[in-house]
Every structure is written in structure tokens, then in C-alpha cells.
């Protein structure tokens, strides 16, 4: 049979068919996307998940290494297995999940130890993991039968030494203190909007901020000591330093405003109880937890000028002697405008990064809950 020169041309002509021959073409394509769209979108999800379970686990090594209850062997093993068993119990689409031994093989803990002080000691846990996908027959069809995700989380904690600290708060409670304080300023510093709260009730929660978060990374109150003391003419009353928080949150929630602003009194109080050495020194406290050097904070707050100058000049003295004999000075002026207290504050603070110039109640919390995050660097921290 032969086909006519014209038959020939009118079939290569011939268009009828195509989206047939081109749907047979990308239809395995096309289904092998939408499941690598399915199982991507569900790797992202259990990767997230599995990022959990490896910071916890790292974080338990951790710990029990700072608390000196497990060796590094044990430690590991800890995080190994605490890491399996909440693995284990992940659907990861295969036939059969993995077990718990086969999820601890897939695991590595490195643990770095260095010296912290005379006698302290600091650990680097690096804790790695990978979990077994299976994928669904549309994405085996280009990726494979399965995929590996892997995660990875890093933390560093100490036994002792720099971790430990005592802060000493110095706070104001003068007539002013009394007042509403403003809860939105203008670039100028003028007041646009009152709030509702009165200052020295906006001073108490932001302690209260302070001390939750010192509070959550030393449950066990082995690294944190604090003291307080109010000044208003002159020196008010004070608590003497406790590990933990009980007794300075109390004394912070029964501040009560009058009188007039003398900062000077309250602050040699604090250096005077800071510099202390000997049996009652504040090294000797630290030492019987084995916390060596110590570091040492006062955190000096107002919320105006001091009647005189010459209260002025003496707390400025008093900053600097401190300074001197490496206490770590955080200024904090509230609700004020530029002047004398703002000047004092700025010149006794540490740094220009230890003064903080809050002009209203939300960003007084946020100043003493970030006290409290920076007091607190040393303790047990995580970066994935």
C-alpha cells in the first residue's frame, strides 16, 4: 500500500490528538510535583517538631552537666534517649517507624569542657540528629524512596564562677512616684498621652519583670542573690541579700511615695554592702555554692532630679568608687525629661549601654526585664 504525496502532508499537518500525546508527556512530571509540593510542605513540618525534641534534649545535657549530676558519658546518653523516644513516636510514613535504639544510633553529642574560673567549670554541648522520611510513590518517582532531615542545636553552660551574681537595687519611692505615669511621648519628649498606670506601681511590676526572668534560669537559687534599697529624703528601708527572689519581691511590692528625692544614702548603702569582704562579703555567700568571683550590680533608678545638688555630686562619687572596684552600675531614669537626674544616671551608668532613658511604663518593664536577660547571659543559653 503506498500513501499519496498529499495524504503524507496532511498527516504531519494533522494537529488532532496533540493535548493527548502532550497530557501523556507531562502527566508524570506534573503528578511528581504536586508530591514533592505534599512531602516538602510535611518535611518542613516535621523538621520543626524534630528541632524541638533535639533543644530539649541538648538542653537536659546540659543541665544535668551544670548541676554536676552526670558525667559527660551519662549525659549524652541522656540526650540520646530522650531525643529517640520522642522521635520514635513520629509517624515518618514509613512501612515500619524506626525504633528507639535505631533513633539513638542517628544521633551525636559532642561535649566541650573548659575552664570557668578557679573552679567552675564550662560545657559546650553540641547535640545532631537525622530522621528517615519515607516520601510518597509520586515523589520516590524523582527524589527517591525516602529523605533525610537533620537537625542540629548547640548550648552552652557553666557549674560556677561568671554565672553567679548579685544585684543590689537602689529605688526611688519620692512623692513623685505617686503620679500617673505618661504613656506616650512626642519626639520631643512632651507627654501626648496619659496612661493609667501610677509610677510606682508600673516600678513594682518592672521589678516583678526582673526577677521572673532571673527567677526561670535559676530555679534552684544556686547563682542569684538580690538586695534592695529605697531612698527618698534619704536613705529608706532596706532588704539585705537572699538567694533567690522571695524577700526583694516583697520588699519592691511594699514601696509606698513620699518624701523628697536624695539618692545618696540609698547608693552608699549598696556599694558599702557590695565592696564588703571577709565572712559576711557577698564573695564569702557565693563561695559556699562554689560560684567563684561573682559579678556584682547595682541597679539605680529615679524618676527626677535630687533636691540639691549636692546630692548630685555625692552620687556621683559614690558611682564612680564603685565603678572602680569593678560593680557594675545599670541607670535607669523614668518619666523624666532631660536634666540633672538624666545627666547623674547617664554618668553613673556602666556604659551608654547600661543607661536606659524609659519614658513611659511599657518601656520601664522592658528595661528591667532586659536587666534580667543580660544579668542572667551566663546561665545555660541555646543557639540552633
Same mark, same amino acid.
Not at 98 to 113: A, D, M
Given at each position: ?55 530539649? &534534649? ?24 530522650? !531525643? ?12 515500619? *517507624? ?63 564562677? =561568671? ?14 512616684? %505617686? ?21 510606682? %506601681? ?19 537559687? =544556686? !547563682? ?54 571577709? !565572712? ?10 562554689? *560560684? ?12 527626677? %532630679? ?7 555630686? &555625692? ?14 552600675? !545599670? ?44 544579668? *542572667? ?8
Amino acid at each position: 500500500m503506498t500513501i499519496s504525496g498529499n495524504k503524507t502532508i496532511t498527516i504531519f499537518h494533522d494537529r488532532s490528538g496533540n493535548f493527548g500525546i502532550m497530557t501523556a508527556i507531562l502527566l508524570p512530571v506534573l503528578l511528581g510535583a504536586a508530591g514533592i509540593a505534599i512531602d516538602v510542605t510535611r518535611a518542613m513540618e516535621l523538621k520543626a517538631s524534630l528541632q524541638e525534641q533535639a533543644d530539649s &534534649a541538648m538542653l537536659a545535657a546540659a543541665t544535668v552537666l551544670a548541676r554536676k549530676e552526670y558525667s559527660n558519658a551519662a549525659a549524652k546518653d541522656l540526650a540520646a534517649t530522650q !531525643y529517640a523516644t520522642l522521635a520514635a513516636a513520629i509517624d515518618s510514613g514509613c512501612a515500619n *517507624n524506626q525504633t528507639i535504639e535505631s533513633h539513638k544510633q542517628s544521633t551525636s553529642t559532642s561535649i566541650t569542657q573548659t575552664a570557668n574560673g578557679a573552679k567552675g567549670k564550662k560545657f559546650e554541648v553540641v547535640f545532631a540528629a537525622t530522621f528517615k522520611m519515607c516520601v510518597n510513590p509520586l515523589t520516590a518517582l524523582i527524589a527517591g524512596p525516602s529523605l533525610n532531615i537533620a537537625v542540629r542545636s548547640t548550648t552552652v553552660s557553666a557549674t560556677a564562677s =561568671k554565672n553567679a551574681f548579685s544585684m543590689h537595687l537602689v529605688l526611688d519611692r519620692s512623692s513623685s512616684m %505617686d503620679e500617673i505615669a505618661c504613656e506616650k511621648r512626642s519626639s520631643t519628649n512632651t507627654c501626648l498621652q496619659m496612661g493609667n498606670t501610677v509610677k510606682i %506601681d508600673a516600678l513594682k511590676g518592672s521589678v516583678d519583670e526582673l526577677l521572673d526572668v532571673v527567677a526561670e534560669a535559676d530555679p534552684e537559687k =544556686k !547563682y542569684a542573690r538580690f538586695a534592695g534599697v529605697e531612698f527618698s529624703g534619704g536613705k529608706g528601708k532596706s532588704v539585705a541579700f537572699n538567694w533567690g527572689v522571695d524577700e526583694t519581691r516583697k520588699f519592691s511590692r511594699a514601696l509606698n511615695p513620699s518624701g523628697g528625692t536624695n539618692s545618696a544614702p540609698a547608693m552608699q548603702h549598696a556599694y558599702d554592702v557590695l565592696k564588703a569582704t571577709g !565572712y559576711n562579703s557577698e564573695n564569702a555567700a557565693h563561695a559556699v555554692k562554689e *560560684n567563684d568571683d561573682p559579678t556584682k550590680y547595682i541597679v539605680f533608678m529615679t524618676d527626677g %532630679d535630687n533636691n540639691s545638688k549636692d546630692s548630685d555630686a &555625692a552620687t556621683l562619687e559614690i558611682c564612680k568608687l564603685a565603678k572602680a572596684k569593678g560593680i557594675v552600675i !545599670y541607670a535607669v531614669a523614668f518619666d523624666i525629661k532631660q536634666g540633672r537626674a538624666t545627666t547623674l544616671l547617664s554618668s553613673c551608668a556602666a556604659s551608654d549601654g547600661h543607661y536606659y532613658a524609659a519614658k513611659t511604663a511599657s518601656e520601664l518593664y522592658a528595661a528591667f526585664r532586659e536587666i534580667g536577660l543580660r544579668a *542572667n547571659s551566663g546561665i545555660a543559653r541555646m543557639t540552633n
